[in-house]
């Protein structure tokens, strides 16, 4: 099998490489609400097939005040998550309440802060990376989650650790989903309004 570009099968599964498709409307809209609208992180290849590349000549980088913004939450975020599970206590081998509960709110924290600032409220260019990423991706904790899963398996408590990676997603996507809920409640601001 031949991965030349030139070569109709340059994709490896045998079908022959045709047109690209039309894309679908929310193909043309930029992942990143930062971005410009006819800014995207992806692009046709040689070979029709959709591919990564840099959004133009020059690599664009974070700003030094966004990334600070990021910190200053991360900063904020992992003592929150430590004082959480300093408020609930839990046994060894037992449903990992400290972790469920701070992913679940920092679930419904996510929902609710990015419905508000990318429907709700006039754009800002810190407030979502301050709470989004920084605080809440400080906050909130899948490599905890992972672990104790694990463990939970592993040391013959299968069943709990099941549960809890059941619990966790299930609840997870729940409490995102009634936060974006709740934030739709709030009427919407004049956006870009100057008063």
Do not use: C
Not at 48 to 54: I, L, N, T
Not at 71 to 94: F, K, S
Not at 131 to 145: I, P, R
């Amino acid at each position: 099998m031949s991965t030349e570009r030139g070569d109709p099968d340059a994709r490896g599964d045998g079908l022959p490489v045709g047109p690209e498709p039309t894309p679908i409307a929310h193909e043309r809209l930029p992942i990143d609400p930062d971005l410009e609208s006819g800014e995207s992180d992806l692009g046709s290849g040689a070979t029709g097939e959709r591919e990564a590349r840099p959004r133009s000549a020059r690599t664009r980088r974070a700003e030094p005040s966004v990334l600070a913004a990021i910190a200053l939450g991360g900063a904020l975020g992992a003592p929150a998550r430590y004082g959480m599970a300093q408020l609930i206590h839990v046994a060894a081998n037992t449903f990992p309440w400290a972790t469920f509960w701070t992913n679940i709110s920092g679930s419904f924290a996510l929902g609710l802060i990015l419905v508000l600032t990318l429907e709700r409220f006039p754009p800002t260019r810190y407030l979502r990376p301050f709470v989004a990423t920084g605080f809440l991706g400080a906050y909130t904790t899948y490599s905890t989650f992972a672990v104790e899963t694990d463990l939970l398996i592993k040391d013959g408590h299968a069943f709990i650790g099941v549960a809890y990676a059941a619990a966790s997603l299930v609840g997870g996507l729940l409490a995102v989903w009634v936060g974006m809920g709740a934030a739709r409640l709030v009427p919407p601001s004049h956006r870009g309004a100057g008063t």
